[in-house]
């Protein structure tokens, strides 16, 4: 499968605790985005990547939020110290010119 | 501020044809996509417009006006797998950088 594909596809943590999720993008594409969806809302943007070059983060982005891309290929999105409201799904896409391409996303659930 | 505007539900019929209407700010726009998400799952790609005019690809179509900030998707001989959310989504492109900002969706409804 040559598609986007993100890991874990589901998350269950404890309030404080900390999570990495895995992104893996379509091997020739050199843009990288990370969002987040919650019920009913479209995704909204958290960051985007230009090969390992992080070039925009949104304001949304607490903090406890960072994102990393070393090589230009795979990223990671970690969130530090969990809250409620972190439960969301987070989306990774990836695009070279046109369309991006989604991941099956991964599924956070903060208790 | 970067505003995409759309209805939040649409009902429509087999068979039937539907629109689905976008608008959006122009500033640094650098191109319009739409996206079919169903419930649980990632969004996929369905068009991809840059220049006015329509776009048609099967049994969708999507249509732009950059003047006017305004595009549709639009859906013939609708069938039950129709039943989604359809995502709106502007790329915009400041410094460089490039990123895509979306709707909230318009859940559409297929009724026998």
């Known amino acids: 499968d040559t598609g986007v594909s993100q890991d874990p596809r589901h998350k269950i943590t404890k309030r404080g605790q900390n999570v990495t999720f895995r992104c893996d993008p379509i091997?020739?594409?050199?843009?990288l985005y990370w969002y987040r969806q919650t019920l009913g809302q479209g995704p909204e943007f958290l960051t985007y990547?230009?090969?390992?070059?992080?070039?925009?983060k949104s304001r949304l982005l607490s903090d406890r939020f960072s994102a990393e891309r070393p090589k230009g290929s795979f990223s990671t999105l970690e969130i530090q110290r969990t809250e409620q409201g972190d439960s969301a799904m987070y989306l990774c896409?990836?695009?070279?010119?046109?369309?991006?391409?989604f991941g099956q996303g991964t599924r956070l659930t903060v208790v | 501020g970067q505003n995409i505007d759309q209805p939040t539900e649409m009902t429509a019929t087999e068979g039937a044809i539907v629109q689905i209407n976008c608008t959006y700010q122009?500033?640094?726009?650098?191109?319009l996509f739409w996206y079919q998400q169903h419930a649980g799952e990632a969004p996929t790609f369905l068009s991809y417009?840059?220049?006015?005019g329509l776009e048609e690809k099967g049994r969708f179509s999507s249509f732009l006006s950059r003047s006017k900030g305004y595009s549709y998707l639009l859906l013939k001989e609708l069938q039950m797998k129709d039943s989604a959310s359809y995502l709106c989504?502007?790329?915009?492109?400041?410094?460089?950088?490039?990123?895509?900002?979306f709707g909230t969706g318009t859940r559409l409804k297929v009724l026998a």
């Open positions: 896409a990836s695009s070279e010119q046109g369309g991006a391409f």
């Open positions: 091997s020739e594409h050199n843009r």
């Open positions: 990547f230009q090969n390992e070059a992080q070039l925009e």
């Open positions: 122009t500033s640094g726009f650098n191109g």
């Open positions: 417009n840059v220049l006015d």
């Open positions: 989504a502007v790329i915009w492109s400041t410094s460089g950088t490039y990123k895509y900002i």
